[in-house]
């Protein structure tokens, strides 16, 4: 990465014709469980860590967007700022940027739209489920945001600019939740944080002493823009389906309209029920595991075209239907997990957090299919060279493992993943893959303004 101090020369040789650049950046961030549940507003428990997109800007001429990254994933790129910004292909790193000064000119319908010299730098693995894009989308939001002379707190607060960039995001074409933008906002240096939706709320958790959170890199690319955008948007897209046939339940239990917005309204609001009178629901609303298009259809009185139309879009029906019943208990049960994963945070008790990174790893797996062989290998070889707890973070599929590892036993963790995943497992040479490969993460501050000087 570019480093603070090169960052300005290296803008100044980018854009000779601007004026002076100012700097912002956002960390990446790791979940330590929680996962695929934020759309739903069911709640997650990440940290922001000490890897970063760092941004050099000004205004730039005209209404011209002039965007520049150092390295290869990033070639040169230019767009006009506007009312509508028209989306380049799926997958290019643009729109990241189009998307956050997008969902900026939603919220403030500015007058005019100015242009904005922006040249990236960042640490953040690509594609290791860290959050890279995330992190970019947030730091051209701050860069956004500062050329429109918008004033974090006074003109929008953290909370609310998390919120906007959230639905923001979506322009790329993915689904997710707003666990990404709420952390890289509002994580705090040295703690975790649980995350709770609709409203957006925050509470800091300490992490254990005594112990590391390491991050190791399966070395399979997870970019959420490729075929793995699909695979992420089938869990809300079916979770969709999910919270149509348990609306319908209730409203036949109940004899009576009842509306779930979100399948994490269960635990909340008007309805507020236990764990164990959802797990009821959810064994009455699916007492097989698959539920095929027509049945849902037929249940839910629409036809297959509407279904189609109203939640799965082009999602395309597996043989023996969806697999509804355990993709909804995983929503209940790693919900009751975040829950138990806090209170165990704040009772110092780190081996109950470590059993419940790991059975929430089987679910991923498991109930929700977002695991990969890669993955499943690399938790297995991590608890067995001293991780307590080991998991997927973040959307799946490939990217990094979450591990919580005994601090003296970092070092021999470290080398025994190397030998045994990289090595062994991948066939990979000591020099084939990255030092970073193997990452000691630290919570860090949330995103802003950086003083060159620093
Ligand atoms: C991605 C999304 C998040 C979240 C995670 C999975 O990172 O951007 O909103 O859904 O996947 O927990």
């Known amino acids: 990465m570019t480093t603070l101090s090169q960052l300005i020369p290296a803008f100044c040789a980018e854009f000779p014709d601007a004026p002076s650049p100012r700097i912002c950046q ?257 064994s009455k609303t699916f007492p097989k595991e698959y539920v095929t298009l027509d049945e849902a259809a037929s249940r839910l009185a629409a036809t297959p075209a509407s279904i189609r139309k109203r939640w799965l879009g082009e999602l395309p029906e597996p043989e023996h239907g969806f697999r509804l019943q355990a993709r909804a208990r995983h929503q209940r049960t790693e919900y009751q997990r975040v829950e138990a994963a806090r209170d165990a945070l704040l009772a110092g008790e780190p081996g109950e957090l470590g059993r419940l990174m790991n059975e929430s790893h089987e679910s991923c797996a498991r109930d929700y299919a977002v695991s990969c062989p890669e993955l499943d290998q690399l938790v297995t070889v991590a608890r067995s060279a001293g991780a307590v707890g080991a998991r997927l973070t973040g959307a799946g599929f490939g990217g990094c493992t979450v591990n919580l590892v005994p601090s003296p036993r970092t070092a021999s963790f470290i080398e025994r993943v190397k030998r045994d995943y990289y090595g062994e497992f991948l066939g990979k040479r000591p020099e084939d893959f990255p030092a970073s490969a193997v990452a000691v993460l630290s919570p860090s501050d949330c995103a802003g303004y950086v003083s060159p000087g620093r």
């Open 26 to 282: 956002a960390p990446g961030r790791i979940n330590l469980i929680g996962e695929h549940t934020d759309y739903n507003g069911i709640p997650v428990l990440p940290m922001a860590i000490d890897l970063q997109i760092r941004i050099a800007f000004a205004p730039g001429p005209g209404s011209r967007v002039r965007l520049r990254g150092d390295g290869a994933f990033f070639p040169p790129a230019e767009f006009a700022n506007g009312h509508q910004i028209p989306a380049s292909p799926t997958g290019s790193w643009d729109n990241y940027c189009k998307a956050a000064i997008q969902g900026i000119n939603e919220h403030f319908t500015p007058d005019s739209f100015p242009g904005l010299d922006i040249l990236v730098s960042g640490d953040i693995p690509i594609a290791a489920g860290l959050s890279s894009s995330s992190a970019l989308v947030v730091a051209c939001a701050l860069a956004y945001l500062a050329v429109l002379d918008k004033e974090l707190e006074r003109d929008i607060s953290r909370r609310k600019l998390a919120n906007v960039l959230a639905d923001a995001e979506h322009y790329v074409g993915t689904r997710g939740g707003g666990m990404d933008q709420a952390i890289i906002l509002l994580g705090q240096r040295g703690e975790a944080t649980k995350i709770d939706f609709f409203p957006l709320r925050t509470e800091q958790v300490p992490l254990p002493e005594g112990y590391d959170i390491v991050a190791c890199n399966s070395m399979v690319k997870a970019a959420k823009t490729g075929e793995a955008l699909h695979r992420y948007n089938e869990g809300p897209l079916t979770c969709q389906l999910i919270r149509a046939l348990v609306e319908k339940q209730l409203q036949e239990d109940f004899g009576e309209e009842v509306r779930v917005e979100r399948l994490g309204d269960l635990w909340s609001g008007n309805l507020c029920l236990t764990h164990p009178e959802v797990s009821d629901l959810l």
